[in-house]
């Protein structure tokens, strides 16, 4: 069955190019295409066009259709060409002539539209959820490890000093930029343009401000025109925020790779967390750091992957449109992966509480060790060649004993402060 049937039939290789995977991604979309037909179905009856009794029919039955897409017992067989299609002809079979009216005043397209507008919107909270959650863990963990010392590297070369507090609550607040980019999306996304028909509206009295309110949204894309050329541009405000998130996910667990080497041994994990080498019995690898990393690193490439596909398309429909799904709905499945699987992982981090015992990290205290002479009247740049001189005739002394006292520094996290930004954005 097609929407579009006018009683002849498409080539078969037509069918199978034109349709592509759109069967399969739109099972994690179906619940809202019947979420936004209840809520027109309803309009329809509001203006008229349906009556009391049909309304509450197909209202009945798109609900007993949606517990079938609650239990996993939905599907969409190869005759059909989407959900909009399998929707339609389950309604006809169950109420006859009352299922054909479901389609009065809309086109596929804000079908199309307001289904992935929901679901983003689900799906945008989701990952706000469990970005939380991880940030929730990383401040907890900068609390409990705080006073451990950590070295900081610049250019891969021993820096300064650093700490356990101030790693883990780096990427705590960096979570918060980041969800900065979703908070964005979803203003994007929270826009009703179901009505837009095929992107120029209908000459039936349709009562949009009834569905934007019947589906929560907190307001219209007004103009048809702007919601129709809202399709791509919904998904790629998404992939911005995903790919933000990504980028964060993706630069720590590069340090959780590097830190788990014997060349740094900052951290580890139990052995259940790590695998194996088929030959080496003594490797513990970090797959699962590296694959975040690799996934992650892909997802900062979707936004771009969006452009390539929308970005010299004219105003109206087109059906390159249809390829953003398979790029969006996998992106957000992986993100999702990503953070539960690093939250689930770090909660069994084991941090190595002496690694400044090493002398090799005896030059991480130089900078603390020049501003104290300057801060017992030395002049800051004689206090630098002192130092300069001391390393290289291999006679300097450390001073271990820092004291760092500023905002934001190893010995003043801020958390009170990192943790009130991420609760204004609750």
Sequence with gaps: MKLWDKGFSTDKKIDHFTVGNDRELDLFLAKYDVMASKAHAKMLGKIGLLTNTETIALVNELE????????????IEDSFEDMHSKIEFLLTEKLGD??????????????????????????????????????????????????????????????????????FSAYA??????????????????????????????????DRSFTTKEMG??????????????????????AFGIASIAATLSKMAMDICLYMSQNFDFISFPDELTTGSSIMPHKK??????????????????????????????????????????????????????????????????????????????????????NELVQNGMPFRDAYKKMGQEIQAGTFSPKRDIEHTHEGSSGNLCLEAIQKKMDNLF
């Design 98 to 167: 009352t299922g054909k009216k479901i389609h009065t005043a809309r086109s596929r397209n804000d079908q199309v539209l307001v289904a992935m507008h929901l679901y983003l919107k689900d799906e945008l909270l989701e990952i706000k959820s469990q970005t939380k959650s991880l940030f929730d863990l990383l401040m907890n963990l900068a609390e409990e490890h705080k006073k451990v010392l950590l070295p900081g590297y610049t250019h891969l070369q021993i820096a300064m000093p650093s700490s356990f507090g101030l790693w």
């Design 64 to 75: 007993n259709i949606g517990k079938t897409i609650g239990n996993g017992e939905f599907t």
């Design 217 to 238: 949204f907190k307001t219209q894309k007004y103009n048809v025109v702007a919601a129709q050329m809202g399709r791509g541009k919904v998904e790629k405000a998404t």
């Design 285 to 370: 690898n970090p797959d699962v750091f590296e694959l975040v990393r690799g996934k992650c690193n892909k997802l900062q490439a979707v936004p771009n992957q969006l452009t390539l596909v929308i970005n010299n398309l004219p105003s109206g429909y087109h059906r390159d449109l249809q390829l953003v799904k398979e790029i969006i709905v996998p992106a957000i499945q992986d993100i999702k992966a990503c953070l539960e699987i690093l939250t689930f992982s770090l909660k069994e981090i084991k941090i190595n509480k002496n690694i400044l015992e090493d002398p090799k990290y005896d030059y991480l205290f130089s900078v603390d060790t020049l």
């Design 173 to 206: 607040e960096s979570l918060i930029d980041d969800l900065y980019f979703v908070e964005a999306a979803n203003k994007i996304v929270d826009q009703n343009p179901l009505g837009s028909a095929a992107g120029y509206g209908s000459s039936f009295p349709i």
